[in-house]
């Protein structure tokens, strides 16, 4: 998410370490969450639905508490756009490829989403990117490339891992074309209007999310209900708070360990661990997505630094 105003400091103290690590801690939860409720009947769509559903009641709610202004008119359209991009079209590609793939190898690839973000930005915004930054860019995806081809231990192309390749794409498409949104009507404004309008695109498929959650076990109920609140909605507000007052640069490092804490939580809840190749591709993938955030006097760099990769409303946001 970007900043709505300027950081007073650049010190990490307790308050802004402990929302940081909050949001690290929901964020990288979101992955397994996802996968326990696809485990209980909910599909892709109505996954995205539901818990997006909840996700904008909450934000709407906390809009309307601390007096965030309806945006103008004229940046619907745009609230729009940035809306299907980040709900329905990233998030159902991330949770069809959850199915087939294990959390922790989908968050080393959403991982990589900031390069993504660096060679748009200077596609698109005119944003500069030095040659150490394009060396991440290609380090980066050479990992993502492993991790995609490393299911099962066996190089072979995956379906699943392409999805969340692309989701991982998209997010980059969605951090460019949210940066001067949010810079015209606020980080809080863009967040809980493109999610309540990205939302309502999948209205459509109510009465099935109404079905499902009849027929689906309490367990897969309470997963859409603690996405909703806790990773799409509560993770956003932390991370706000933490962004308002310490720079992105230096709260970036924490989002370096979205993929092991992942893994960890992927491994005690359900026993899933990467295979030797997705666990080589990713720490590649990493070490690139390193490399372009400290990238030396790269525009780009510092656009990738504000569009840290997650599951929660869309990614970097």
């Not at 929901?26 to 397994?32: E, G």
């Not at 756009?81 to 968050?107: E, K, Q, S």
């Not at 507000?237 to 939580?265: C, E, H, N």
């Amino acid at each position: 998410m970007l900043r709505e105003n300027h950081p007073s400091s650049s010190t990490i103290n307790l308050p802004v370490a402990a929302a940081a690590a909050g949001t690290l801690v929901l964020w990288s939860s979101a992955f397994v969450a996802i996968r326990i409720a696809a485990a209980n009947g909910f599909g892709p769509i109505e996954l995205t639905l539901g818990r997006f559903g909840i996700a904008s009641l909450v934000l709407l709610a906390a809009s309307w508490v601390s007096g965030t202004k309806r945006p103008p008119r004229r940046e619907w359209k745009w609230l729009a756009i940035i809306g299907l991009i980040g709900v329905p079209v990233y998030h159902v590609a991330l949770n069809t490829g959850l199915r087939t793939v294990d959390a922790g190898t989908v968050a080393m690839i959403i991982a990589t989403a900031p390069v993504y973000t660096a060679a748009m930005a200077v596609a698109f915004l005119g944003e500069r990117l030095r040659a150490s930054g394009w060396i991440g860019i290609a380090i980066s995806f050479s990992g993502a490339l492993l991790i995609a081809l490393g299911k099962g231990g066996q190089l072979q192309l995956d379906q699943g891992a392409l999805l969340v390749l692309m989701a991982a794409a998209l997010s980059a498409v969605w951090a460019v074309m949210q940066r001067p949104v949010a810079q015209r009507i606020g980080a809080m404004s863009l967040t809980t209007w493109s999610t309540t309008f990205g939302t309502a695109l999948l209205l459509p498929w109510l009465p099935q999310l109404i079905e499902t959650t009849n027929a689906a076990p309490l367990t897969g109920i309470l997963a859409m209900l603690y996405l909703g609140i806790f990773p799409a909605a509560i993770a956003n507000g932390l991370w706000s708070f933490a962004l308002s007052r310490v720079p992105a640069s230096r709260l970036v490092v924490f989002m370096y360990l979205m993929p092991p804490v992942t893994i960890g939580f992927a491994w005690l809840m359900q026993g899933d661990v990467p295979s030797m190749l997705a666990l080589v591709g990713g720490a590649i993938a990493i070490v690139g997505v390193v490399v372009v955030n400290r990238s030396k006097g790269s525009t780009a760099a510092r656009v990738a630094q504000q569009a840290v990769p997650t599951p929660a409303a869309g990614a970097g946001d």
